[in-house]
């Protein structure tokens, strides 16, 4: 099978842009989490979406947004972009339905914020 | 609060030698705890995962113990290799803020020394 893959690999954007990050997880798979990877604050959650719907959520503000589709494909939104937001974006996918289950990881994307 | 200690940050060995990372979780309730190696310019990959209803698990060359009493949980590597030389995360699955979250780790570098 394939793995999660992420697109774009790199991305580089301004302050005050909004972009867009997408994950194709791995096929069968139905829950999707996205990640925020940096030096200094190391991996942190995000969100994960479950048949369509946002089923949790971590501690980042609104600007941050997400989104399934019908076949378990996702997308990530990050508006009015921030020096801060640079990182590596990390999608993940998991084969259980039921929460707790292991989570397979994409290469992510490295946004760059200037 | 959700919160995974690791330690050490750093861990050099010598070719062959054991290495061994540790991990303190603050949710009693946590169930389910996983290892990731993550490679430079790669994202996270699971080498290998345990919950919480067993004490150990084993997969050739890498072992994880858990104990529940005391609220952690150990990655052990025998017979390292210069292959295993990378970024290692724990990870314990946990309800935080109305939410179910994996939380990571800071990591650990592995470097391991021909």
């Known amino acids: 099978k394939a793995g999660v893959t992420q697109t774009p690999r790199y991305l580089i954007k301004t302050r005050g842009q909004q972009v867009t990050l997408s994950c194709s997880p791995i096929s069968g798979h139905r829950s999707v989490s996205w990640y925020q990877q940096t030096p200094g604050q190391g991996l942190q959650f995000l969100f994960e979406y479950f048949s369509e719907t946002q089923r949790n959520k971590g501690n980042f503000p609104g600007r941050f947004s997400g989104r399934q589709f019908s076949n378990s494909r996702s997308e990530m939104n990050v508006s009015t972009l921030e020096l801060g937001d640079s990182a590596l974006y990390l999608c993940?996918?998991?084969?259980?339905?039921?929460?707790?289950?292991?989570?397979?990881f994409g290469p992510g994307t490295r946004l760059t914020v200037t | 609060g959700e919160n995974v200690e690791q330690h050490p940050s750093t861990l050099s060995v010598q070719e062959g030698d054991s290495a061994v990372i540790k991990c303190t979780y603050s949710?009693?309730?946590?169930?389910?705890f996983p290892w990731y190696k993550q490679e430079l310019g790669k994202g996270p990959q699971l080498i290998i995962d345990i919950r919480s209803n067993v004490g150990e698990k084993k997969d050739q060359r890498i072992a994880v113990t858990l104990n529940k009493t005391a609220k952690h949980f150990s990655l052990h590597i025998t017979e390292t290799q210069p292959e295993d030389s990378a970024v290692y995360f724990c990870a314990a699955f946990m309800f935080s803020g109305g939410y179910n979250k994996l939380i990571f780790g800071a990591g650990t570098r592995l470097a391991v020394h021909p």
């Open positions: 949710d009693s309730a946590s169930n389910y």
């Open positions: 993940a996918s998991s084969p259980s339905d039921s929460l707790g289950g292991e989570q397979y």
